[in-house]
């Protein structure tokens, strides 16, 4: 096993903000290239969000950790460049709901296409039981909300 020189020398938590930046960085430019459009990471995010769902805004803001201003307008770029339709709900006139058009739909099963294939090529690198373990590890709880609850001053 060879060790990224780059990594070599992070921290654990420094490490894994490298990797994803990495990750997301290939998958959004594949995405990007073969449906000829550029969104951005905040774009993408919405749309896996929005992917068989219809939300509206205040779901939308409570789902992807972005403030609400940033939501609006990644919602009104997505929106110009038709891959989400934006419609007043009819129970609510003030509250609108968002949904990936079929252009949507599609874009965000390439943007899936490529995650999966990124997974499978990491379980490759790393061996199925190494990567069984790794998703286990990222998927435990690792009860965070107490080390914000109890942060020393």
């Known amino acids: 096993m060879t060790v990224d020189p780059k990594l070599k020398d992070l921290d ?18 594949k995405a990007n290239d073969i449906n000829g459009i550029h969104n ?25 950790n972005l403030t609400r201003q940033a939501i609006h307008k990644s919602i009104k770029q997505l929106e110009e460049k038709e891959l989400v339709k934006v419609k007043n709900m009819t129970h609510n006139k003030k509250e609108k709901c968002v949904s990936l058009t079929y252009q949507g739909i599609k874009c965000i099963e390439h943007y899936m296409t490529y995650k999966q294939s990124i997974e499978t090529h990491i ?13 286990m590890i990222l998927q435990q709880d690792w009860q965070l909300k107490d080390l914000k609850e109890n942060d020393p001053k």
């Open 12 to 29: 654990m938590l420094d490490t894994i903000s490298e990797r994803h930046g990495e990750l997301r960085n290939i998958i959004e430019t």
């Open 40 to 64: 951005s990471s905040s774009e993408w995010y919405i749309m896996a969000k929005l992917y068989e769902s219809t939300l509206t805004f205040v779901e939308v803001t409570q789902a992807v």
């Open 123 to 135: 379980e490759a690198m790393i061996g199925p039981e190494q990567f069984q373990t790794f998703k």
